[in-house]
């Protein structure tokens, strides 16, 4: 059974960081194409964030997170990191890490067959 597990969320302040953490368990992530970060955000529609190929040479991010956001993979951990910084209110949502994708539209989440349960950040101003 497939499991990824998000960690790492938590409430900060405007400018601050947080680092989140995937990790997969029934899972290789190195057979996995592309793994993502997404985030959904209260009366709004998931989005995707970030994205990273399987050996970590290409990386993905939505506009809005370039220059802020890093995404990173370890696959001999099993485990895949987005590293937030410059964090701003917009950034509140309940981010899910995603694996299983494709390399075509690394940042749409019907592109990915496995998901984790989310978890919660919040930014305050």
């Known amino acids: 059974q497939v499991q990824l597990v998000e960690s790492g969320g938590g409430s900060v302040q405007a400018g601050g960081s947080l680092r989140l953490s995937c990790v997969a368990s029934g899972y290789t992530l190195s057979s996995s194409n592309r793994m993502g970060w997404f985030r959904q955000a209260p009366g709004k529609e998931r989005e995707g964030v970030a994205a990273?190929?399987?050996?970590?040479?290409?990386?993905y991010y939505a506009d809005s997170v370039k220059g802020r956001f890093t995404i990173s993979r370890d696959n001999a951990e099993n485990t895949m990191y987005l590293q937030m910084n410059s964090l701003k209110p917009e950034d509140t949502a309940v981010y899910y890490c995603?694996?299983?994708?494709?390399?075509?539209?690394?940042?749409?989440?019907?592109?990915?067959?496995?998901w984790g349960q989310g978890t919660q950040v919040t930014v305050s101003s």
């Open positions: 990273i190929s399987r050996g970590g040479g290409s990386t």
């Open positions: 995603a694996a299983g994708g494709s390399i075509w539209y690394p940042l749409e989440e019907s592109r990915y067959n496995y």
